[in-house]
């Protein structure tokens, strides 16, 4: 068994209370929008970390970090990309990824809007862990964080972390 914290959009902040959050957590991943090396070398000092680069994110970022991810962890097969588009109206990459990897969780970020739905026509669990920085439209900072074991997500729980407030 696995525990998992999931986070995006950090852009360029990491909360204090995420150490806490994910104390108990084997591995933090995050989808995209890191902001900067600092804030993924302080994750990556914390907690094993995988990610993936997001569209704010500089040269330096995208050479540490890919675009997408794909990962078999605990028996579950994982497609992370930061932009997947809208469940169900994915954009082209999102859905040539589907096709070739057929994943159990599709885990993006972007669009700062916490979601959670089963995705019946790519047979998935796609998941927007909303956005957990103070840069965008999001009104509260999100995190989420499951276990993986048996082949199977399991315990899912969102962790609110307060308004989005400029610091």
Same mark, same amino acid.
């Given at each position: ?12 902040? !990491?909360? #204090?209370? !995420? ?5 108990? /957590? ?37 050479? !540490? ?22 469940? #169900? ?13 057929? #994943?159990?969780?599709?885990? /993006? ?14 047979? /998935? ?6 956005? /957990? ?35």
């Amino acid at each position: 068994m696995k525990k998992i914290g999931l986070m995006s959009d950090t852009h360029n902040y !990491l909360d #204090p209370q !995420l150490y806490k959050t994910f104390a108990e /957590c084997d591995e933090i991943w995050h989808a995209g929008d890191i902001g900067n090396v600092e804030i993924a070398q302080q994750i990556a000092a914390f907690k094993p970390l995988r990610a993936v680069f997001g569209n704010i994110d500089d040269k330096q970022i995208q050479s !540490l970090y890919p675009e997408h991810l794909y990962f078999e962890m605990e028996g579950v097969s994982v497609l992370m990309i930061h932009i997947a588009g809208s469940l #169900p109206r994915y954009n082209q990459k999102t859905k040539q990824l589907l096709a070739q990897y057929r #994943p159990q969780l599709l885990i /993006c970020g972007h669009s700062h809007i916490l979601k959670v739905q089963f995705d019946e026509l790519n047979n /998935c669990l796609y998941i927007n862990p909303g956005a /957990c920085g103070v840069e965008g439209w999001h009104k509260m900072k999100t995190v989420l964080r499951f276990e993986l074991a048996g082949g199977k997500l399991d315990k899912l729980e969102l962790v609110e972390l307060g308004a989005r407030a400029k610091i």
